[in-house]
């Protein structure tokens, strides 16, 4: 509990982060976009931002998104198998 609490505060600016990490924070701040292959996934409960083009713009290789019906936000546990065949296909994109 004391983990999620200090990521919370963390992320609301209320208590600081791993120093070692400032860099990297730094950059991830600046929105940079991802050239890499990628496959996004939502949920068709994620309402008008199932479709991923709220995001779409952060990337700039070659991108699929998919929309899995009737699963939450953990992926790898509720879909297992479509969780597993976006990182194949994402090689393969």
Do not use: C
Request: no cysteine; charged share 25%; aromatic share 8%.
């Amino acid at each position: 509990m004391a983990i999620v609490v200090h990521n919370y505060r963390w992320r609301l600016g209320l208590a600081h982060g791993e120093p070692q990490y400032d860099r990297l924070e730094a950059k991830l701040q600046q929105s940079p976009t991802i050239a890499l292959p990628t496959i996004t996934v939502a949920s068709d409960f994620d309402g008008t931002a199932a479709d991923g083009s709220g995001y779409r713009k952060q990337f700039t290789g070659k991108y699929d998104h998919r929309v899995l019906p009737g699963i939450g936000h953990n992926v790898p546990q509720e879909a297992p198998s479509d969780f597993t065949k976006a990182i194949v296909d994402a090689d393969r994109l």
